[in-house]
């Protein structure tokens, strides 16, 4: 049952001398086992696919991924650079490996959960079994099937009913070694009246080029509020694709912050299901990239009941000979009437090679709805440029700033303000940089 | 103040410009010495805004004849940002919104930008923040407004102070104001004139260009130039700016 027959030969070379964990939670294991099954019989898509028409995969193909062989041992000074002071807990894997001397919950409120995965599943299995594997959709997702099919370690967040916390929780993804796979899985529960901030972060020491295969899932209660931010800024040459599945219940709260700097190839799934009336998402996203960079967004807002509220603002700024592609959907099914949707989505282009496809889909089959939608591809405005000038600031100087300006829009609302000093100092000096 | 010993600040030699492809400015002379106020009137579609837009170097408007010296360089040999280094600032009648970038950052940008210019070392942050609040007294304006994004939100009285606080940053040779004046109430107008009084020396010099008359009751001009057809048609005293409150600009196309 749990061997490995990959109908694809890419997909057999990742599952390769893969040995599926006996654990004892019967459940846990059934998932594993479904989600091999459907590893083997997907393939790898191609751009004949619809959802990757724009995204071709196969410089990823080209490199032989394994999961990493050795545990690199770092030392706090090598990723202290990355670290959010005011995070009362930070969970550190390094190459996709739980690193535990890195790791800190001290500062924790008691009840709230912050483990890795793994320790996790010995004492609160009963509280993951109805979310873990059960909202990120692995029957036809060959990348979250492959996950779910390694599911063994990541990072398992548990905020209990009424539990408040305002300080955000890190979970820090850092990678190290050439060729190196990692299938990095989070969960976060948010019982009713809860609230909490995660930050998931993904970085790389020096410039090998790794594999992160990412699922996360996002369970937000009745009247719960989760603020998500998702930091990619791996290393240029890496390869990480990523699902995130949020499933919203009765007048639950979910902002979610997704910055993409990194990666030679990055695919971000993100998919949010209103499962109850009433709820608020605010959905950001900026893609910064330049040189062969490709960044891929699909977002999918599913409001499956009524009275939902989504704004969704998406930024993409491509220099130099990058890709950026955006698919954003809004599905307003039938009955999920007073749906207020609305999705903004920006691209900068500063090069003649850069590259962007846009693709907002609308899909309503209620009638009394409000959804809308803007999509806009262009140079920076030329009258904010002159005045910039009539100041006395050079040509590139004004460009640059305006660049800076775009992104920082995006960033100066994520709820972290280290993060935020952080990335718009990164943001500045890749700015300048193209000048 | 008139000094004919002074030097020239601004020489315009049958100026001519286009804009959208139309011609609107069409032979304009105007000569500006140090310590000199000018006003230039005019009746909507006179070319006076297009005049200013012209001198500072807005990409839309194409300078199709005549010359220019902006303190004996020629200024069309000058890029937007190198006319305001050497001195030239204009005024904007609406000023641009740049979300995301904040007052205070561009506003030293620019300031850091000029003292650059002048061969003089850069403030820092904390030393400009100090610099700053000082000239925002002078224009009545709230720190608050250095943490906000550059005129984002700001009402039209707030925009021209603004606009203000950056000709008292930049201390330019020759300030263009393009209808400061428009959009303000009287307490504002009254607090932006004050400014530029103050912001007034012998060594530097103000042209005013608006449409009425009411600005010139706070800025005593020294000049008063009426344009029409996008030339000045007539030059006189402060005393030609009552009689064109009092008698509208028909009187002077008449004359």
């Known amino acids: ?435 | 103040m008139i000094r004919k010993d002074a030097r020239v600040l601004l020489e315009v030699q049958g100026l001519c410009a286009k804009v959208g492809g139309a011609d609107i400015v069409k032979g304009l002379d105007l000569v500006v010495r140090a310590g000199e106020v000018h006003a230039i009137m005019g009746p909507n579609g006179s070319g006076k805004s297009t005049f200013a837009k012209a001198l500072a170097g807005h990409p839309a408007y194409e300078v199709t004849g005549g010359t220019v010296t902006f303190d004996g360089k020629n200024l069309f040999e000058m890029t937007p940002e190198v006319r305001a280094r050497a001195g030239l600032f204009l005024g904007f009648q609406y000023p641009v919104e740049i979300p995301g970038v904040s007052n205070s950052a561009f506003l030293r940008l620019a300031y850091n930008t000029m003292r650059a210019a002048r061969g003089r070392d850069e403030l820092d942050p904390l030393e400009f923040d100090d610099y700053v609040r000082e000239k925002m007294k002078l224009l009545e304006m709230d720190a608050a407004f250095l943490d906000r994004s550059v005129n984002e939100g700001f009402s039209g009285g707030e925009k021209k102070r603004n606009e203000i606080l950056q000709m008292a940053l930049l201390e330019p040779r020759l300030a263009i104001l393009d209808e400061t004046d428009s959009g303000l109430d009287i307490d504002a107008l009254r607090v932006v004139a004050t400014g530029v009084n103050r912001l007034a020396t012998s060594d530097n010099a103000v042209v005013l260009v608006t449409h009425y008359q009411r600005m010139l009751n706070y800025i005593v001009p020294d000049y008063v130039h009426v344009m029409g057809g996008g030339r000045i048609i007539r030059t006189g005293g402060k005393v030609l700016a009552e009689e064109l409150e009092s008698r509208g600009y028909d009187w002077v196309k008449a004359a």
């Open chain 1, 1 to 435: 049952m749990n061997a490995i027959t990959a109908q694809h030969p890419y997909i057999e070379s990742l599952l390769k001398g893969y040995e599926m964990p006996r654990s004892g939670i019967s459940w846990l294991n059934q998932r594993r086992s479904r989600a091999l099954e459907r590893a083997n019989a997907l393939t790898v898509p191609t751009t004949r696919d619809e959802e990757w028409r724009f995204t071709d995969v196969a410089p990823l193909t080209k490199v032989n991924f394994r999961p990493a062989a050795d545990v690199v041992r770092l030392a706090m000074s090598d990723i202290s650079g990355y670290v959010i002071p005011e995070a009362p807990a930070r969970l550190v894997f390094v190459d996709g490996l739980f690193a535990p001397e890195l790791s800190d919950h001290a500062g924790l409120p008691s009840g709230v959960v912050v483990s890795n995965l793994a320790a996790a599943l010995g004492v609160h299995a009963a509280v993951m079994e109805p979310h873990l594997a059960r909202h990120a959709e692995y029957e036809r997702e060959v990348f979250t099937a492959l996950n779910t099919a390694r599911l063994r370690d990541g990072a398992f967040v548990w905020m209990p009913r009424n539990q408040k916390c305002a300080a955000p929780v890190q979970l820090l993804f850092v990678a190290t070694q050439a060729e190196a796979a990692a299938y990095p899985r989070c969960l976060v529960i948010a019982e009713a009246g809860s609230e909490c901030t995660v930050v998931e972060d993904y970085v790389s020491l020096g410039d090998a080029i790794h594999f992160n295969d990412a699922v996360t899932e996002v369970v937000v209660g009745e009247g719960a509020r989760v603020r998500h931010v998702r930091v990619q800024r791996e290393a240029e040459g890496a390869f990480h694709i990523a699902a995130c599945a949020a499933s919203l219940a009765k007048d639950a709260r979910y902002a979610s912050h997704t910055v993409t700097l990194g990666a030679r190839l990055s695919r971000l799934n993100l998919g949010i299901v209103q499962h109850g009336d009433g709820v608020e998402v605010e959905l950001d996203g900026l893609a910064l990239i330049a040189g062969r960079q490709l960044a891929d967004t699909h977002s999918l807002v599913d409001h499956a009941r009524p009275h939902g509220r989504c704004r969704q603002v998406h930024k993409c700024i491509v220099d130099g000979g990058a890709h950026a592609v955006f698919n954003g959907k809004i599905l307003v099914r039938p009955g999920a009437q007073l749906t207020d949707s609305s999705q903004q989505s920006r691209s900068l282009l500063l090069s003649d090679r850069a590259h962007v496809d846009m693709k907002p889909q609308l899909e309503i089959f209620a009638d009394d709805v409000k959804c809308a939608h803007g999509a806009a591809i262009g140079q920076l405005d030329a009258e904010q440029l002159f005045y910039l000038k009539s100041r006395g600031l050079s040509d590139s100087r004004a460009r640059n700033l305006l660049t800076y300006a775009f992104a920082a829009e995006v960033i100066d609302r994520i709820p972290v303000p280290s993060l935020v000093e952080r990335l718009k100092q990164t943001v500045l000096v890749r700015t300048q940089a193209v000048a």
